[in-house]
């Protein structure tokens, strides 16, 4: 067994009386380990979240991806955003809250609280995540290009670190939505980052869509994560 090596199968973890799938990586060394949840896109969990979770794993995590979509996923946008627009928010948020608890009780986890991570839906639902994690014990979150909370009321229930990375060309994030809650933020002496990458698209970071994945934003946002974890998590 090498550095690097990890465990990574789909599991059942337990929400309000019944089951949720996810998909579970990592490490396979002995030891206690800090973990994150992984919050799918609108495609579902699909192969790049699995390897997203995965490569979690490889530096050092215990990482979950909860199926959101309880086994369906899309191929093209359009049936994306018919299983995007079914999802019953509310449920999604106590899935993803169940999975940070799941994931807490696991005795290879350690650390201060669980990271919360998500991409285009998955980014506001970690930005819901992080205006009412409820019981879980959320110790940090990272939103990526997910739409943000731009109400003072949400941001004050803010109480965990928040790294927001944004694309600077995003149809559906106007930038005027980013400088809100960048300013909001800071106005209510939050804990925060905001990055916005210049000559970006939404889902930049996807390296599985070729035409709009940016590899030096991507590999410069997942250094920012990883230190933004390491930083709020150990």
Same mark, same amino acid.
């Given at each position: 067994?090498?550095?690097?090596?990890?465990?990574?199968?789909?599991?059942?973890?337990?929400?309000?009386?019944?089951?949720?799938?996810?998909?579970?990586?990592?490490?396979?060394?002995?030891?206690?380990?800090?973990?994150?949840?992984?919050?799918q896109e609108w495609w579902g969990l699909v192969p790049h979240i699995k390897d997203v979770a995965e490569?979690?794993?490889?530096?050092?995590?215990?990482?979950? &991806?909860?199926?959101?979509?309880?086994?369906?996923? &899309?191929?093209?946008?359009?049936?994306?955003?018919?299983?995007?627009?079914?999802?019953?928010?509310?449920?999604?948020?106590?899935?993803?809250?169940?999975?940070?608890?799941?994931?807490?009780?696991?005795?290879?986890?350690?650390?201060?609280?669980?990271?919360?991570?998500?991409?285009?839906?998955?980014?506001?639902?970690?930005?819901?995540?992080?205006?009412?994690?409820?019981?879980?014990?959320?110790?940090?979150?990272?939103?990526?290009?997910?739409?943000?909370?731009?109400?003072?009321?949400?941001?004050?229930?803010?109480?965990v670190p928040v790294l927001g990375i944004f694309a600077e060309h995003d149809h559906g994030i106007p930038?005027?939505?980013?400088?809100?809650?960048?300013?909001?933020?800071?106005?209510?002496?939050?804990?925060?980052?905001?990055?916005?990458?210049?000559?970006?698209?939404?889902?930049?970071?996807?390296?599985?869509?070729?035409?709009?994945?940016?590899?030096?934003?991507?590999?410069?946002?997942?250094?920012?994560?990883?230190?933004?974890?390491?930083?709020?998590?150990?």
């Amino acid at each position: 067994m090498g550095a690097g090596d990890i465990v990574a199968e789909m599991v059942a973890f337990p929400v309000n009386g019944g089951t949720t799938p996810g998909y579970l990586a990592r490490p396979a060394a002995n030891g206690r380990f800090p973990a994150v949840v992984v919050i799918q896109e609108w495609w579902g969990l699909v192969p790049h979240i699995k390897d997203v979770a995965e490569r979690f794993a490889r530096a050092g995590y215990v990482a979950l &991806a909860p199926d959101l979509y309880h086994g369906q996923a &899309a191929a093209e946008p359009d049936e994306a955003r018919k299983l995007a627009m079914s999802l019953e928010i509310p449920r999604a948020l106590q899935e993803i809250r169940a999975a940070a608890r799941y994931l807490a009780d696991m005795p290879q986890v350690a650390g201060k609280g669980v990271g919360v991570i998500g991409w285009c839906m998955g980014g506001r639902l970690a930005w819901q995540t992080a205006v009412s994690p409820g019981d879980a014990p959320v110790g940090a979150v990272v939103a990526f290009y997910g739409r943000p909370p731009t109400e003072a009321e949400a941001i004050a229930q803010i109480t965990v670190p928040v790294l927001g990375i944004f694309a600077e060309h995003d149809h559906g994030i106007p930038l005027e939505a980013v400088e809100t809650v960048r300013n909001l933020l800071g106005q209510q002496g939050k804990t925060y980052e905001i990055h916005v990458y210049p000559g970006t698209q939404h889902a930049f970071f996807n390296d599985t869509r070729p035409h709009i994945y940016n590899a030096e934003a991507a590999t410069d946002a997942w250094e920012k994560t990883l230190a933004w974890f390491g930083r709020y998590l150990s």
